[in-house]
């Protein structure tokens, strides 16, 4: 199938999410039907972006400066710092526009079943950031699965002599949602996290 440098791209784009060996190789095949204004292009992108993009040593960010622009930002509220497990929730919260303050991207959960322990993640930076007297508050924002709890947890007895106010995001029945189509931990966690009206 058109020589192994065709099959190498279509190996590598097979390793991106959402793209299995079939739809790279049909990915492939559209890059090279539109090469002057697709695939040369995508290929200059690729290699700027590599050589410009790099890891934010505060925060854990993915920005072309150091530190990013949300850790220079002077507007952003420095009093709150919300946690997330990958740069990914940083973007998301980001794109929702909902949270003014600082971030700190831990770069995964704890899983003793993939042998990721708290000296793989940046906990001890977090437990550094949020012992600045600054900080008042710090949000978790992991995922609500099994890890994403147990790092959660984790966590929060880490920051215990940090003097800040630890909180979670809410957990339960989504915007738009239909009661029938939850699953049981989702109605738990909803009625547990209940407010007052």
């Known amino acids: 199938m058109g020589g192994p440098e065709v099959e190498r791209l279509a190996a590598l784009l097979a390793k991106l999410p959402g793209l299995g060996p079939r739809s790279a190789r049909r990915a492939v095949l559209h890059l090279l039907k539109q090469r002057d204004t697709l695939l040369t292009p995508l290929a200059?992108?690729?290699?700027?972006?590599?050589a410009a993009v790099s890891t934010c040593t505060v925060c854990g960010n993915l920005d072309?400066?150091?530190?990013?622009?949300?850790?220079?930002?002077p507007q952003r509220d420095r009093s709150q710092i919300c946690v997330v497990e990958e740069v990914g929730d940083l973007w998301a919260l980001e794109r929702a526009g909902?949270?003014?303050?600082?971030?700190h991207v831990l770069g995964g959960t704890l899983s003793a079943l993939d042998g990721v322990g708290p000296e793989d993640l940046r906990i001890a930076d977090l437990v550094t950031r949020a012992s600045d007297e600054t900080v008042k508050e710090v949000i978790l924002a992991t995922n609500a699965t099994v890890d994403g709890q147990t790092t959660a947890h984790y966590?929060?007895?880490?920051l215990q002599g940090a003097g800040v106010k630890?909180?979670?995001?809410?957990?339960?029945?989504?915007?738009g949602g239909?009661?029938?189509?939850?699953?049981?931990?989702t109605l738990g966690a909803a009625l547990k996290a209940r407010r007052e009206l």
Do not use: H, K, N, Q
Not at 98 to 103: A, E, R
Not at 155 to 158: A, F, G, Q, S
Not at 166 to 174: D, E, F, I
Not at 178 to 185: K, R, S, T, W
């Open 44 to 50: 200059t992108a690729l290699e700027e972006t590599a």
């Open 64 to 73: 072309t400066t150091e530190p990013c622009g949300i850790c220079r930002d």
């Open 98 to 103: 909902v949270f003014g303050g600082l971030y």
């Open 155 to 158: 966590v929060t007895d880490r």
């Open 166 to 175: 630890v909180s979670r995001l809410a957990l339960g029945v989504p915007v």
């Open 178 to 185: 239909e009661l029938d189509y939850l699953d049981e931990g």
